[in-house]
């Protein structure tokens, strides 16, 4: 049965870590993902789990440790956030290109500088091409239910890469909300033994796992870790179709909200969609035709299944929470904009870059952005970019 | 949907009292936030948390800027931060204070809702024996909040304090009696 319960974002995926019981965490502690590993050490000292909690000094450390654990054949997780996760930028290339199915659960938070510990996209946006699967979290619930399903779309020998599970810093990590809660029995159930395929551990299927790879031999690894990532589209599907059919929360690669007639929408993700639903909303009272997509899934981008969503769409504005100083927008507004050109030409976009270390993204804010979409309509603007909530004096 | 904001420093539990909050009003049915405002996590920096009561799920991931609600878990904050900044003209403002209501009053000269003031201090003292205001100051939002009943509260924090306290249970009797008092020691200071 389920259970009602009301935790943060961290317990969220805590619980998560407790019911699928990994055999290897390693973690270095950082703001604010600090408490996932706290969490899991008690559970461990507790009996509730039996994995195998390493500590070790540094993130590298973690991921390195976390890639030895994966390449033996077993499942590893970690957790991080902001300039831990930059420190596994290079250990984070290598899980992906070894295809080590490693489970890591960001709690993302803006990467420095200044120093700032609340949220933001910078840190995981900065590792969008590691090779990693990236899918992202409205609230402590996604958090829980993307965790579920996370060892399925790695493990699986069509994909075999890893997967990073993101939520906002303090916004959903600290805050208490209800959540559904699913029983130890079924989710153990639904996410299933893992059985590699290869592993290091098999004398008589002898692997190797990040040898030097010379010019003859890289890129074709390169093209497979490409089919990987779109056989990835397929899996997550299905996993979420399971995941739906198990425990009645459906999932896809994004979340179309009051898209069905809708002529100007924004596109953005994790807890800033939540606000954005409430704008939605209110903005359909006074009868104007708004709509609102989440992107769930970053990687692999699902930009077919996008671009058709968006396709009766008027304006659009693509809201991204890092701005990744290409001087053009954001990682997200680059993406989307790549997704529909050539394809859905008609559609006006705007790129907002908001809620940069942590500044709050309001209702009003929303009512701005759909305000420009209307002069962006009408001419009155032709801007690319802009940021909003900045204090211009 | 009910929204509260509240005021104190670092390391005196606002956080904690919200999230406190938060669990009793989860134990009613309703839906729940609770959540700070991280700053500079330094002891005795001004802090804010919040609270959001709903009969249906909540959405909205933003601070709070136009409250029902206003707790001052530190009146000291009086000089320093506009507590009432938003607060709705009908809106309640809870001071934990132990000076005389007319001082409070003339803090604010301009706001039209009802004031409140609760001696937390004085209370946790008597009952639990050190100043640690928040478990009053819970008692007495709840009972602002409207959101249960006294005994449902009482009963609710009995078994929330045998759980978090199971190590030191010497401590919940002083606890439950903070509840108590507290629940019928808060009063309105203005008409």
Partial sequence: MTIKDRMSGNQAIATAIRQINPDVIAAFPITPSTEIPQFVSSMKAEGLVDTEFIAVESEHSAMSACIGASAAGVRAMTATSSAGMALMYELLYVAASDRLPIVLAAVNRALTGPININADHSDSM???DS?????????AQEAYDNMLMAHRIAEDPAVSLPVMICQDGFITSHAIENILIEEDAPVRAFIGEYVP???LLQPDKSVGVGPYSISAFYMEMKRAQFEAMRNARAVIRKVSDDFGAKFGRQYGMFEEYRMEDAELAVLLMSSSAGTGKDAVDAL???????GLVKLRVFRPFPAEDLAFALKDLKALAIMDKSDGFSGNGGPLGAEVRAAIYGVHDGIKTINYVYGLGGRDIRVDDFFTIFGVLEELLDGRTTDRVRHIG???K | MLELRWHGRGGQGAKTAALLLADAAFETGLYVQGFPEYGPERMGAPITAYNRLSQTPIRVHSNI????????VDETLLKTVDVTAGLKPNGKLLVNSGREPSEILAAFPDFGGAIYVINAADISIRTIGKNLPNTPLLSAVVKLTGVMEADTFFTNMEKAFTEKFSAK???IAGNLLAIREAWTSSIQINE
């Fill in chain 2, 65 to 72: 800027y136009e409250p029902d609600i206003v707790i001052v």
């Fill in chain 1, 390 to 392: 900045v204090r211009e």
């Fill in chain 2, 169 to 171: 249970p010497e401590v």
């Fill in chain 1, 126 to 128: 900065g590792a969008r």
């Fill in chain 1, 284 to 290: 359909r009272e006074q009868g104007v035709k708004a």
């Fill in chain 1, 197 to 199: 395929v290869h592993h």
């Fill in chain 1, 131 to 139: 090779g990693w699967i990236q899918i992202y979290s409205e609230n």
